[in-house]
Nanobody, 124 residues
Framework: QVQLAESGGGLVQAGGSLRLSCAAS????????MGWFRQAPGKEREIVAG??????STYYIDSVKGRFTISRANTKVYLQMNSLKPEDTAVYYC???????????????????WGHGTQVTVSS
C-alpha cells in the first residue's frame, strides 16, 4: 500500500523559509512522478510543484516561481520554500500516481495518492 508522509510545516514570518519533506513507502518510487499541492481555507486544492520520475523536468505555478524548489532523492521528495508570503498559507500535500515514467508534470497533472498534509502558516 502506497503511503506518503509529509513533514516540515510550521509557522514562519513573511520572508522566511521552510523545507517540506515527503517520505514515500509501499513501492519503488524512483520511476514515478511526484509533486506538492496546497489547499488554503475556502479555496480549491492546487498544484504547487511537480517533478518527473527522472527529476529532469519540473513544474511550478506562477506564484511560486523563483521562490520554491522541488527536488527528489530516493524515496523522498522535498519542497524548499523561500521568501514566504502570507498567501502561501495552506495545508501542503505530497502526491504521486500509478502511472510510471511520466516525463513531464504540468498544471493538469492528476495524482492518485495523497499524504495527509502538513500545515504551513506565514504571518505578516
Amino acid at each position: 500500500q502506497v503511503q506518503l508522509a509529509e513533514s516540515g510545516g510550521g509557522l514562519v514570518q513573511a520572508g522566511g523559509s521552510l523545507r517540506l519533506s515527503c517520505a514515500a513507502s509501499g513501492r519503488t518510487f524512483s520511476t514515478y512522478a511526484m509533486g506538492w499541492f496546497r489547499q488554503a481555507p475556502g479555496k480549491e486544492r492546487e498544484i504547487v510543484a511537480g517533478i518527473s520520475w527522472t527529476g529532469k523536468s519540473t513544474y511550478y505555478i506562477d506564484s511560486v516561481k523563483g521562490r520554491f524548489t522541488i527536488s527528489r532523492a530516493n524515496t523522498k521528495v522535498y519542497l524548499q520554500m523561500n521568501s514566504l508570503k502570507p498567501e502561501d498559507t495552506a495545508v501542503y500535500y505530497c502526491a504521486t500516481e500509478t502511472a510510471q515514467a511520466r516525463t513531464v508534470v504540468d498544471g493538469t497533472w492528476s495524482p492518485d495518492y495523497w499524504g495527509h498534509g502538513t500545515q504551513v502558516t506565514v504571518s505578516s
